[in-house]
């Protein structure tokens, strides 16, 4: 079994049996602030939703993404945008590439994600994050600590982020200290 495939599983068990506030472990466990005004906890639980699904579904074995439209939460399906064709991506490239460092990343952020893209980064040869634990809800609900575990940091968070924003997060940044 490999290493991801391990930890994909411990990963749903955690998800399953509810999130707790711990942090041991060989790897590291790096901390995100997660804010929402809808509340913290409904969004945690609303990304917890969206993690089990996709790692039963990967640990069932691989399916096509007319099966992830299938059983992904509509709420959650929402938020991508279609596939660009070719000329589309080309185009997009092209206008990209003129940007300055900062309005490339702006300029990613306002195209959003499409379904695929964002499936890419959570199959087990490409994942460089699981959810760990979590603290307690904090400010009447409108914040709690969400533990990460990586093997490194730093990671390719975009997938991450892009989850609880989804899932209702007003956002979900590491902590200046961490």
Known sequence: MTDSIKEIRLELDRITRGLSVVKEHNLLAVPFDLTATSGASVVLGKACQVLSIIDQKTLAGCIDISEWLACLPAWFVRFFRKELTIAESDAWHKKWRGFPPGGKENAEAEIGWSLEGWLYWLEPENRQWYLWSSGLPLENDSKIEVFIQTIDTPFA??????LFKCSGAS???MPLDA
């Open 171 to 173: 956002s979900f940044t």
């Open 157 to 162: 968070s975009k997938s991450l982020v892009w």
